[in-house]
């Protein structure tokens, strides 16, 4: 968290460090809850393994009616799981923003009133809401999800080898996508940033002498500076938008392909023998 134009941090590393450590239990309790989740979410290809290998070679409307029940019921208490673990990451956010909050002002006022109202960026407070926003948003739960890909792929390996591979193949391809995605992306969205910050400043060092300004016929070209700086920034996020958004038809695109294509494989090995038809469903 940058709490300086100078890259230097108002919040020493031990002190955010131990705020976070007072959160360590709720960082356990989220991956603990995770846990669950990504069991529970394994519910559906059951039920239709059951359905399909079972219920209708049985033709029992009394089992499907239990699987069904039972499969509602999993996912009642996989819908609560999911909404405690966002409301414990929310409480997570707003605790630390509570520590700190105090902290990171008190820093931003001393050093306004050291450089002599020279300084006045509000960048640091920006930078706590954004932790605060990181921790109770979805790239979190993201991560915290991540880790159960391989076995999700491993589950594969368990249908039919080449279903498992080819997984493999599909979500080597994923994340190379994403890789670029942040590749492409990242330094015009660094650059635009830094020119926003930049203009931002600059603007609160002019208001605070608009009378001087006014008097002296300079509006004029300030005004032409920071619409240059303004339609730069607007250039460097256009430009990443356009080379995020292919990415993201692409990567998006290569999801919904490889869904059909893991169909067609699935039916080929149960026209084969090799797996059964709920397997292919599942």
């Known amino acids: 968290m940058q709490l300086s134009n100078d890259g230097k941090s108002a919040v020493d590393k031990p002190e955010l460090y131990q705020a976070l450590a007072v959160s360590r239990s709720s960082f356990f309790s989220t991956a603990v809850f995770s ?62 923003e509570r520590m700190l909050g105090p902290r990171v002002f008190d820093s931003v006022f001393g050093q306004t009133l050291a450089s002599g109202g020279n300084i006045t960026s509000t960048q640091p407070l920006n930078d706590l809401l954004n932790l605060r926003q990181f921790l109770a948003g979805p790239s ?11 076995i999700y792929i491993g589950i594969m390996f368990i249908f039919h080898p080449l279903l498992g591979w080819t997984a493999v193949a599909a979500a080597l391809i994923l994340i190379a996508l994403a890789i670029a995605n942040e590749r492409m992306t990242r330094d015009d969205l660094k650059d635009a ?45 256009h ?8 990415i993201a038809t692409i990567s998006k695109t290569f999801r919904m392909l490889m869904q059909s294509v893991m169909l067609g494989i699935g039916a080929y090995l149960a026209i084969q023998g090799e797996i059964s038809g709920g397997a292919v469903i599942a």
Request: cysteine-free.
């Open 35 to 96: 846990f669950f989740i990504n069991v529970l979410m394994l519910a559906p290809v059951i039920y239709m393994l059951e359905v399909y290998d079972r219920v209708l070679t049985s033709q029992s409307e009394s089992t499907l009616l239990m699987l069904t029940l039972l499969l509602v019921f999993l996912f009642l208490v996989m819908g609560t799981l999911e909404w405690v673990r966002s409301q414990v990451l929310s409480i997570t956010g707003n605790r630390l």
């Open 140 to 150: 979190l739960l993201t991560l915290f999800d991540a880790p159960w890909m391989p």
């Open 193 to 237: 940033g830094q020119l926003g910050h930049e203009n931002d400043v600059q603007t609160q060092r002019n208001l605070r002498n608009t009378e001087v300004i006014e008097a002296m016929g300079m509006l004029p070209r300030l005004r032409e500076r920071w619409q240059e700086r303004h339609d730069r920034m607007v250039d460097l996020q």
């Open 239 to 246: 430009r990443a938008g356009k080379r995020g958004g292919l």
